[in-house]
């Protein structure tokens, strides 16, 4: 996992407007060495083992189940709703989701890697989230309460290692065939 790094947002991803509006946001990138498209990004992404126990544990807690056919369906365009997330909004390379219960962002977007401005073999993938304050403290500054605090190494780890499963997930197929 030691390829995942924290970054700052680019300036187009539209999960930028969270972070003028003094939400916590966080960013997290790696390179892959194979041409992916956003579509495969976000099927890879949401295909992994490790989301598919998220997708579990949602259908269980919150009656919220999704399917392998969900996730090429919101990859493709087709779908607005996935488990606990609606689409909030969505660019060529850029998928921006928020939860139903309006707290929290799920982003996710590709970039081509160009060298010597010429396009290669490589694609950069971000992954970043961004959570609303519950209130605004008596300084006006976002209060997040206990609970942010308390999960936020879990969610970094988490966050990291979806990525990472993401990109594993990626390199495997290949997508010779659909996901």
Known sequence: MLSIKTCP????????????????TDCYTTDISINV????????????????LERKILQWALAKPSSDQDVILL?????????????????????????HF???????????????????????????SAVVPLKKDKAGKPSFG??????????????????????SHLKRHRFEQSL
């Open 146 to 167: 206990f609970m942010f605090h308390a999960l936020s190494l879990f969610h970094k780890a988490y966050s990291a290692a979806l990525l990472y499963s993401a990109k």
């Open 9 to 24: 947002l680019p300036e187009h991803a539209l999960l930028k407007s969270y972070q003028k509006s003094n939400a916590h």
């Open 37 to 52: 498209s956003h579509e495969q990004y976000v099927q890879a992404f949401y295909s992994t083992a490790i989301f598919k």
């Open 102 to 128: 309006q707290r929290t962002r799920s982003w996710l977007m590709i970039e081509e890697i160009k060298r010597d401005g010429k396009a290669g073999n490589e694609t950069r993938l971000y992954f970043g």
């Open 75 to 99: 990859a493709n365009g087709k779908l607005d709703t996935f488990a606990v997330w609606d689409v909030e909004n969505r660019a060529v390379n850029q998928l921006l989701m928020c939860d």
